[in-house]
């Protein structure tokens, strides 16, 4: 079946430092991938998205690029704020008719100032 | 201005009870889903009502139980709570069935 693996946190990072989190998955199809962002004490709010191989998703300075050779979804982040912590999770939309997200189990970034 | 919003946002309750956790969103979308976090963060699908049609219903115990009143409202029953249920459960919503999704802040549900 569908599903997503991410690296394991925490993640641990000085101030204006670069971020990468993987995230890998196994899907039959063609999902969309989703990067998902949880503050403490919220609900997830995504972050960005990419539905077709080679797109490249971005928003508030982080990207994401869908790479079907790799099976992967990195994030990234050129310069992180301590703001940016937080758990972020890679999810998959289902490729069948439900279309339900499949997520990963979470990596919890900790900027320091 | 609230997009998805539930109710109430902390839970405490003994085991063998009966409670319900309420969701409503006025984003006007046609989805609504019920997902369960555990203690590890670790999320997962519960259900999801298209149009007030159940149209996932993964493997969860019957004694939990949707209902979905309209489109903008989506409400989980939980009968003879069970130390095991204790997580946070997010409601969310998406325009479409394959559209992104928007969550709601969370329901701390805490089984004694």
């Known amino acids: 079946g569908n599903s997503v693996t991410q690296m394991e946190g925490p993640v641990t990072l000085s101030e204006e430092a670069f971020l990468t989190i993987n995230c890998t998955y196994t899907?039959?199809?063609?999902?969309?991938l989703f990067w998902y962002v949880q503050y403490p004490g919220e609900g997830l709010q995504l972050l960005l998205k990419?539905?077709?191989?080679?797109d490249k998703g971005s928003n508030k300075g982080f990207e994401a690029t869908y790479r079907k050779e790799t099976t992967s979804f990195h994030l990234e982040k050129g310069s992180v704020q301590v703001s940016d912590s937080a758990v972020y999770f890679c999810?998959?939309?289902?490729?069948?008719?439900?279309?339900?997200?499949?997520f990963g189990s979470g990596t919890r970034l900790l900027v320091r100032p | 201005d609230t997009a998805v919003s539930q109710t109430p946002k902390y839970l405490v309750t003994q085991m063998g009870n009966d409670k319900s956790i309420k969701c409503e969103q006025n984003?006007?979308?046609?989805?609504m889903y019920w997902y369960k976090q555990d203690s590890k963060k670790f999320l997962k699908i519960m259900f999801s009502?298209?149009?007030?049609?159940?149209?996932i219903n993964e493997t969860v115990p019957n004694r939990f139980s949707p209902k979905s009143p309209d489109k903008a409202h989506l409400n989980l029953h939980i009968n003879s709570l069970e130390l095991g249920d204790s997580a946070v459960y997010f409601c969310?919503?998406?325009?479409?069935?394959?559209?992104?999704?928007?969550f709601g802040p969370g329901t701390r549900l805490t089984v004694t």
């Open positions: 990419a539905t077709k191989a080679d």
């Open positions: 969310a919503s998406s325009q479409v069935v394959k559209g992104e999704q928007y």
């Open positions: 984003l006007g979308h046609d989805t």
């Open positions: 999810a998959l939309s289902g490729t069948d008719s439900s279309y339900k997200l499949i």
């Open positions: 899907a039959t199809g063609y999902p969309s």
């Open positions: 009502y298209n149009n007030k049609e159940l149209i």
